[in-house]
């Protein structure tokens, strides 16, 4: 079955850094995802991707984040100057057109800042 | 705007016994709704999904969910609870339509403990 897969796993960075989350959605799925959870806390969303743009995006994602398609399969999260708050799993997903389709996450990136 | 309200936190409940995990939502306008289970360390995968169709929905691992639009509840039963459905239950909610993207707004997720 398809999958969205997601790297790294797990990354520690240090305040300050920049970050690069990377995912692969499945492959004919047009809406991609970017969502967090904080420890303990509920899943919150981030931005929305379509048509090579971002089509709707969060209070979260400030100037801080961006996000690209660089070549048409891979789907990244930037993050600059990376906080002690920006702790979290970083979660990617892409759904298929139409509505009420399902939307696949993949596993997850955690992200630690140091 | 929509929302998503789970009612405990927590529900423990002994093998074999009925799980009934709640949830409420607010929504202008007729909603998507959906439920995703966490396990430990792993990503979130859908349960199950009304979609305007069936108000009884049946989904994955025995579990299924009744739209009941009088009382604005998509509560998440399964009959009889299995050690392994032991994870964190998310309700969700979305918009489809020309200005809405799809995103999912999530509530606060339950935990499930299934006693021995």
């Known amino acids: 079955e398809p999958e969205v897969t997601q790297t790294p796993s797990h990354q520690v960075t240090q305040m300050g850094q920049e970050v690069i989350l990377r995912c692969v959605p499945i492959s004919n799925h047009l809406y991609f995802y970017w969502y967090r959870q904080i420890l303990g806390q509920k899943v919150e969303f981030l931005v929305s991707f379509y048509n090579n743009e971002i089509s709707e995006k969060s209070e979260i994602f400030d100037d801080q984040f961006s996000v690209e398609r660089p070549d048409g399969s891979n789907f990244t999260l930037k993050i600059r100057s990376t906080k002690l708050e920006d702790s979290a799993m970083y979660f990617c997903?892409?759904?298929?057109?139409?509505?009420?389709?399902?939307?696949?996450f993949g596993e997850g990136s955690w992200l630690t800042v140091v | 705007a929509q929302s998503v309200t789970q009612l405990g936190s927590h529900v423990s409940v002994s093998e074999g016994a009925l799980v009934l995990l709640r949830c409420n939502y607010s929504s202008s306008v007729p909603p998507y709704l959906f439920w995703y289970v966490q396990y430990p360390n792993q990503g979130l995968q859908l349960l199950l999904k009304?979609?305007?169709?069936?108000?009884l929905v049946k989904g994955i691992n025995g579990f299924e969910a009744e739209f009941k639009k009088s009382e604005t509840s998509f509560h998440l039963t399964k009959p009889s609870a299995h050690m392994s459905d032991a994870a964190e239950y998310f309700c969700?909610?979305?918009?489809?339509?020309?200005?809405?993207?799809?995103?999912?707004?999530f509530g606060q997720g339950t935990t499930l403990q299934v006693k021995p």
């Open positions: 009304y979609t305007s169709a069936a108000t």
């Open positions: 969700a909610v979305s918009l489809f339509g020309s200005s809405n993207t799809g995103k999912l707004i």
């Open positions: 997903a892409s759904r298929p057109d139409g509505p009420g389709n399902t939307i696949y």
